[in-house]
């Protein structure tokens, strides 16, 4: 069965210091991940997708199959990065997402 | 463009009562789901929709029901709330790639 698997619910760093959420998953078919991130009082948005292949806010994903990992990272961490941070594997049909159990990150000044 | 609403968004239930929970998009989008975000837990998928007149089981269905009878809504509906349905609700809806999901607000329901 697929899993995505967040081992840290909160990730506390310094301003301008790197960031690196960690993100496992185990799918028997080929995996499509995404990054979504939730900011105090607002909703959940995607972040970035691992096809893609973009940059957004400084962030970038990158899928190593063989460690079956798609970690969320950033060279400098920023005050406004704090907020909730989920991985997500899309599974079977109807764009249907597994999510992990989310790590806070926290941007301390 | 409103995207995805959700209604109501606080609701204190007593245990056995019953509500329904309103998402609707203006998106035209034919995917529709429910979460339900519990500490630790993350986001877990209660039922799902991918299209007007059909539902499905997600993760979590027990206790919960939904009905989409017209493609915009889909309707959440608790038949005897139970403390452990305490939770954020999240309703979101999608298309068939690029698979992005959109968010509503949240419902934040307590259950006493």
């Known amino acids: 069965a697929q899993r995505v698997t967040q081992p840290e619910k909160l990730l506390s760093v310094f301003k301008g210091a790197p960031v690196e959420l960690k993100c496992n998953y185990s799918?028997?078919?080929?995996?499509?991940l995404f990054w979504y991130v939730q900011y105090s009082r607002q909703r959940l948005q995607l972040l970035l997708r691992?096809?893609s292949r973009e940059s957004i806010k400084g962030f970038t994903a990158d899928l190593n199959k063989g460690e079956t990992s798609f970690h969320l990272k950033k060279p400098f961490a920023q005050e406004e990065d704090s907020a909730m941070y989920y991985c997500?594997?899309?599974?079977?049909?109807?764009?249907?997402?597994?999510f992990g159990t989310g790590t806070r990150l926290q941007v301390t000044l | 463009n409103a995207g995805v609403t959700q209604t109501p968004k606080f609701r204190v239930l007593k245990t056995g009562q019953s509500m329904t929970l309103l998402c609707a998009q203006d998106?035209?989008?034919?995917?529709m789901y429910w979460y339900r975000q519990d500490p630790g837990m993350g986001l877990r998928l209660i039922h799902y929709?991918?299209?007007?007149?059909?539902?499905a089981k997600g993760e979590v269905p027990d206790g919960y029901n939904v009905s989409r009878l017209k493609k915009q809504n889909f309707l959440l509906g608790l038949e005897s709330a139970a403390p452990s349905q305490t939770s954020v609700y999240f309703c979101?809806?999608?298309?068939?790639?690029?698979?992005?999901?959109?968010f509503g607000p949240g419902t934040r329901l307590t259950v006493t």
């Open positions: 799918y028997s078919g080929s995996p499509e």
């Open positions: 997500a594997l899309l599974t079977g049909t109807a764009s249907k997402l597994t």
């Open positions: 929709s991918v299209g007007e007149g059909t539902t």
């Open positions: 691992h096809i």
């Open positions: 998106m035209n989008h034919e995917y």
């Open positions: 979101a809806s999608s298309e068939d790639s690029p698979y992005e999901q959109y």
